[in-house]
């Protein structure tokens, strides 16, 4: 079975965000990132599937140089090869323009499986997994949270809302949108990290020439506007915050 | 010439989700800054008695977009259904819920018109007839303005709770349209849908709720939240995370794919405050987070905050609370 599973590049999650002069996006010169977290399990389930059912596990990601780390990182834990498609605003698409990229370049691998998290955690569009899928023709299902490749038809079970779950079938050429959390997601070894130096990273130079246009457009971006006045107690000290909390939920929130 | 905002109505085996009430209030609100009509879409295989009740709602009319083939949600059935309707009706938008079964074919019908959603929109503002959609991004923990260009329709689904189904204004009765929809293949099979284990746990009727997160680091610490919660006469829940790591069952989640709680007194420790958690407690009447991070979103929702080390908040508070109580 082929895997090819789709990671994206976003901002750490404990980053400290500032809004760039433009009031466009964020500042992005001085920020670490990491890897999307749910892209993280989609690419864990795309190892075990592989231990389970042999074939190739194709990590694919796109963005500007520094995605090579998330690449890197992928081969290291067990990914086989990897696709960079290269450049610097790929990461700022509009989620049916990133589809589109990647599905051209995925096209000719004709994978079994496309895996990728259920969305990200910078633009959090939860659009670009099915968006690929209808553009290649493929059946797909979002928010996975287990997988049975055993038969002749694929089987997955789908998070719904408030405890609810349902499997659904479907042919093997499918696109799974994979939920966070799912299962444990191994640690690169030593000697993954020495295997993964002679592992392939193909390079494609994307055009945007030609594109759909963007359809949506960001004006501005700032902090969420507060809908209450919040009260910080205690001006750092931990403490003696917790001692005017336990006062003010007394005698102002009166809650106990 | 694009016309109207078609909203798209959700349901369950002919149940009604209440989101689908939360959209059609968007879409009304939307109408009446605009001047354009609202017209809603249902998808099934017997629609006449759901179809009955939304056309109890101030709409143009009631389209009921009919095939045996739409009677259990596929993704497949859905799209070619809901195509049909848009590409018949011309609208100028297309409001949903940003629910899972949206999350899950919305991109996909968006993908056959050329382009994706304006997704998961906290709210709407016209200035000249020119609509501007507010998101959140970076897990909530910034807003983004966004204006929707190109041609019609546009898309937009609205996150739970950012307009309130209560206010869906009633009508004099819509019009309904039976139409029988075409479906192409559908690939996918689904089985009947499910819960795990039977909620062992109702956090909905609770009064005081200590939650974990992150924060709290391992398993061990989890005992400093139980104190709390003992001190105040409170139950323990947790944020996704913790119940995924297993350091608390499933059924103390709170969020989008956990329970729904509104007690007297939240306390969110170590909590940053993801949209998925925001939207499982955010009408609690008083909420009390602690956290290390200042710009956690948890904070903008908090009628008190400690920016700080839980560890060191956490057990202060038990004392003094049991001090006060004693």
Known sequence: MKIIVLMKQVPNKDAILRVNKEGTWIEEGDLSFEVNESDGYALEESLRLKEKHGGEVVVCSMGPQRVKTVIKDAL?????????????????LSPFQSASLLADALRSEDPDLIMTGLQSDDYGYAQTGVIIAEILGIPHATIVIEIDASGDQLRVKRELESGWYQWYSMPKKALLTIQSGISQIRYATLKGIMAAKKKEIREIVASTDGMNPSHQQ???????????????????????????????LQTEARVY | MSNGILVFAEHRDGVLNKTSLEAIAAAQSLAGATGQTVNAVLLGSTLDGLAQEIASFDLGKVIAAENDKLSSYTPDGYTDGMEQVIRAEDPKYVVMPHTYLVRDFAPKLSARFGKGLVSD?????????????????????MDADVSATGESPVFVTFQSGAYRGDQAAKGSGARIEKVTVEIGEVRMTPEAPFQEVKQAVDL??????????????????????????KALGGDLAASRPICDAEWLPIDRQIGSSGQTVAPKLYIALGIS???????????????????????????????????????????????????RKA
């Not at chain 1, 290291?76 to 700022?92: E, P, T």
């Open chain 1, 76 to 92: 290291a834990r067990g990914a086989d090869r990897a696709i960079h498609i290269v450049g610097d605003q790929l990461g700022h």
């Open chain 1, 218 to 248: 960001i004006q501005r971006i700032y902090l969420p506007e507060k809908t209450k006045q919040t009260q910080f107690l205690g001006d750092g000290d931990a403490k003696r915050g917790a001692a005017l909390l336990a006062e003010k």
């Open chain 2, 121 to 141: 929109c906290i709210r709407a503002r016209v200035d000249n007839g020119e609509i501007t959609l507010t998101r959140r991004i970076f897990l909530g923990k």
């Open chain 2, 204 to 229: 909905s009727k609770a009064e005081i709720i200590v939650a974990v997160g992150r924060g709290i680091k391992s398993k061990d610490n989890i005992v400093l939240a139980e104190e709390l919660a």
């Open chain 2, 273 to 323: 405050g993801a949209i998925q958690h925001l939207v499982g407690m955010k009408n609690s009447g008083t909420i009390v987070a602690i956290n290390k991070d200042p710009e956690a979103p948890i904070f903008d929702i908090a009628d008190y905050g400690i920016v700080g080390d839980l560890f060191e908040a956490v057990p202060a508070l038990t004392e003094e609370i049991k001090k």
